[in-house]
């Protein structure tokens, strides 16, 4: 049975309680109850450490490590760090339902007259199940350590820290305390239960609230954790809140002892004690809400609009790579992709490829900048907002920082490679637009080196067909150029944010033809790419050119369900422009 | 079952139905959504229908510990069905929580700002159907189990974390939580998940016997050193 099982705990031990009237000498009760409450502690610490509720709460916990930390992007110290707490999380629900199981084990299986005649008072029982919450750091310390290995497995960026994983633990700590006051005064196994809802409410819905104050919940998951370029001191407070969290964990303790203190001096001695966790919690809690020093946000702000003032760059071939310091180490899982792109060129374009990194920290997030006035919060918003990667460009392609995966991820190997591609082939790999505004994008309609730089991002990052298939029949999108609806396709990673503009807007008949042409072998394609490659870049160069020269047909597109065009009376469709030389 | 002995019956249902669990867990849950109000409303957030899922999640806790029969063995010797009872508190359980959601319904409308549609809420209807449903199997399932003392506190956090993995597995929540799923496909399969939590709620509940063992082996091992007992006696 576990923790939570109906087995009495050491409940025969027959050592004395701190109460007990055998031992006159208060010295020797003294180190009796003492000896009573380590003696129990031991049994209990035993219990909660191998009890399934806390066990699964370790590997649900692990998986969500997993899920938020390791999987998405390539992982950096200064985000995880804080987010395996959101692991320690899990496993404390799991260590607070089950340390109210053992709290209110007594009186829900119906023994407390049974407990009641042994030598170890209710005070000694609870003050020995609150030390046995050290059974829950085995566990606490194992996703710790299985977090940071996962992480270094992964390439972590960065450094790690150690205010944010100790915080992480003494949540856990906490939530078993927060779970024996319960246990204590409700034995009924519900009050775990809701106890538990309580705590996860607010870490669930955390990243809802824009206000400071969030910094008061046990546990956050702050917006902008992952979009900082590097670390930023005192976002998040963790050490303020490893101190709050000590603060809550003790106050629980003491209420739970309150409950079963009997003698009038104790109970004030407990009082005074409670009344310092709650001022240690005041202030704690006071620290976290300070606002971050205006010349670190002044400095994140500028390392945010001029990126190339604190970026090194790396140049290789005709391309420049230029990445925050933090992120250097991300540079050959960048350069696999664009190398792949220019082995397959019959002659680099004679103009450089800049791929720079762009952080996109929103600086009118009240969670940020709290505390500071509104002209220089304005101000660093408009600084930001002149930072690179919204305008137009032929020459560069803008990355955001800490959106690249941490392996495997084909379809941001893809969105890289297609853009240079495109910069290869003379289409402007970043067209000014933001997600959603298409507008701004120009099409390819037609233009043979579409296909082109579809076929030579293919080749280079090896993408299966399967990743690639456009929408059938059916689910289309178009956009309409000139009046005309014209099928789009939605490239892998198109939509995953990994770039901070988009490019041209690829189109079916282009994705088709590129498609066409892996079918032949790339010998016979380079032959004829390198045989007239001036004429395959000019944008009056047709796709059914370029399919003649290969000697395959030229794909069909399917056709649209409503292709003659928005119902009489609707409003206007905005066109896009065709690309340009 | 005539229809005269109805009365009785439901004042049977009614008076053994769990009701302070039950209770506790839908107004915790309105008190949570309650404080999030309050909160959206201090950060000019708007609540949305993401707050009534999390936080109907007490009152799941709740509907945890009706599906249970404490002293089934006696209920077995009585002339009504053993499954009588539990199917009357979990239809009593129903329409507690029906009520709670319309309250945590209205309290979302209420805090929403003038012109700020919600979204559909036939999905979410459909979702929440599909979660009481998984906790009220599960609990009825732990009812029949080795950990039927605990009932509910081992059949809540089972059904929490089925939940769960619904929710971030990817195939599952592809289907399963809309978007990417359309409205239309989530409520379809949220009530395919209802029919078949149903059906295997009905099933524990017809079930006499604790299960202390699980798999095949186990049971054949333990049909195979079943010894004949004594003839019943004749009741006359």
């Known amino acids: 049975m576990t923790a939570a099982g109906p087995r009495p705990a050491a409940a025969g031990t027959g050592a004395a309680g701190p109460d007990d009237d055998r031992w006159p000498d208060p010295a020797r009760r003294r180190s009796t109850a003492a000896g009573t409450v380590a003696s129990l502690a031991r049994v209990e610490a035993g219990l909660l450490t191998r009890s399934v509720v806390v066990l699964a709460g370790l590997v649900a916990g692990g998986a969500m490590v997993y899920h938020f930390a390791i999987a998405p992007t390539r992982p950096a110290w200064w985000a995880a760090t804080w987010q395996i707490g959101y692991g320690q999380q899990i496993l404390a629900l799991a260590v607070l339902v089950a340390a109210q199981l053992a709290a209110g084990r007594a009186r829900r299986d119906k023994l407390s007259e049974l407990y009641r005649s042994f030598p170890a008072t209710a005070r000694t029982r609870v003050a020995a199940q609150l030390l046995g919450l050290a059974g829950a750091l085995p566990a606490s310390l194992v996703l710790v350590g299985g977090a940071a290995i996962g992480l270094e497995l992964s390439g972590v960026l960065g450094r790690p820290g150690y205010a944010a994983p100790a915080a992480g633990v003494l949540l856990v700590i906490a939530a078993g305390a927060i779970g024996i006051a319960v246990g204590t005064r409700f034995a009924h196994p519900l009050a775990g239960v809701l106890a538990a809802v309580a705590l996860l409410v607010p870490f669930s819905q955390s990243n809802r609230f824009t206000d400071p104050f969030i910094w008061l919940f046990p546990w956050v998951a702050p917006d902008q954790l992952g979009w900082v370029p590097g670390q930023l001191a005192g976002y998040p407070p963790a050490a303020a809140h490893a101190v709050m969290l000590a603060a809550a964990a003790g106050l629980a303790g003491l209420v739970a002892l309150a409950l079963t203190a009997g003698r009038r001096r104790f109970r004030l001695g407990l009082a005074v004690a409670a009344a310092a966790a709650l001022a240690v919690a005041g202030v704690a809690g006071a620290v976290q809400l300070r606002p971050i020093p205006a010349a670190d946000l002044a400095r994140l702000a500028a390392e945010v609009a001029d990126p190339a003032s604190v970026q090194h760059c790396t140049t290789t071939g005709p391309v420049r790579y230029c990445l925050y310091p933090a992120f250097r180490a ?28 762009a952080a996109q920290v929103d600086f009118t997030d009240p969670v940020l900048t709290h505390g500071h006035p509104a002209a220089l919060r304005a101000r660093w918003a408009r600084e930001v907002a002149r930072a690179p990667g919204s305008a137009s460009s032929s020459s560069a392609i803008y990355l955001i920082a800490g959106r690249w995966p941490a392996s495997g991820a084909g379809a941001a190997r893809f969105s890289l490679a297609l853009a240079a591609a495109e910069w290869a082939v003379g289409l402007p790999p970043t067209a000014g637009a933001v997600y959603g505004d298409g507008r701004a994008q120009c099409v390819p309609l037609n233009q043979a080196r579409e296909a082109v730089a579809i076929w030579l991002a293919i080749r280079a990052t090896g993408a299966p067909a399967s990743e690639l298939a456009p929408a059938g029949p059916g689910r289309q999108s178009a956009v309409y150029v000139g009046g005309t609806p014209v099928v789009i396709w939605n490239y892998p990673g198109e939509g995953a944010s990994y770039l901070t503009s988009l490019g041209p807007q690829p189109t079916q008949a282009g994705y088709l033809l590129a498609e066409a042409m892996t079918q032949l072998p790339a010998r016979r394609v380079s032959r004829v790419l390198d045989g007239a490659w001036s004429t395959w870049l000019n944008d009056r160069t047709s796709q059914a050119r370029l399919a003649a020269a290969l000697g395959i047909p030229l794909p069909r597109v399917p056709a649209l369900p409503g292709e003659a065009g928005p119902p009489p009376g609707a409003n206007p469709v905005p066109s896009s422009p065709v690309c340009g030389p | 079952m005539p229809l005269r002995r109805l009365p009785a019956l439901a004042r049977h249902v009614s008076r053994t139905m769990p009701w302070g669990p039950l209770l506790a867990g839908c107004l915790a849950g309105l008190v949570l959504l309650a404080v999030l109000a309050y909160v959206a409303d201090h950060s000019r957030t708007p609540l949305s ?55 945590q319904l209205g309290l979302v409308a209420h805090t929403s700002p003038p012109g700020h549609a919600l979204p559909a809420i036939y999905p979410l209807l459909a979702q929440l159907t599909g979660w009481a449903a998984l906790v009220a199997a599960a609990a009825a399932i732990c009812d029949r189990g080795r950990y039927a003392d605990l009932g509910g506190a081992v059949a809540g956090p089972a059904g929490l974390v089925v939940i769960g993995a619904g929710w971030f597995t990817p195939r599952v929540s592809a289907l399963l939580v809309a978007p990417p799923a359309t409205d239309l496909g989530a409520t379809v399969a949220w009530y395919v998940i209802t029919a078949a939590a149903l059906a295997v709620t009905a099933s524990a509940q017809r079930d006499p016997w604790h299960r202390y063992r699980l798999g095949r082996r186990c049971q054949r091992r333990a049909r195979g050193q079943r010894r004949p007992g004594p003839p019943a006696p004749e009741v006359s």
């Open chain 2, 49 to 103: 229908l993401a707050q009534v899922r999390v936080t109907f999640l007490p009152a799941l806790a709740g509907l945890a510990f009706v599906a249970r029969a404490p002293v089934r063995p006696l209920a077995l010797a009585a002339p009504a069905p053993a499954w009588v009872t539990p199917a009357g508190q979990l239809l009593l359980a129903i329409t507690v929580l029906a009520v709670t959601v319309a309250a």
């Open chain 1, 330 to 357: 991300e540079l050959p899982a960048l350069q696999a992709p664009v190398r792949g792109v220019l082995a397959r060129l019959p002659q680099p374009p004679a103009r450089l490829l800049t791929i720079r990194q």
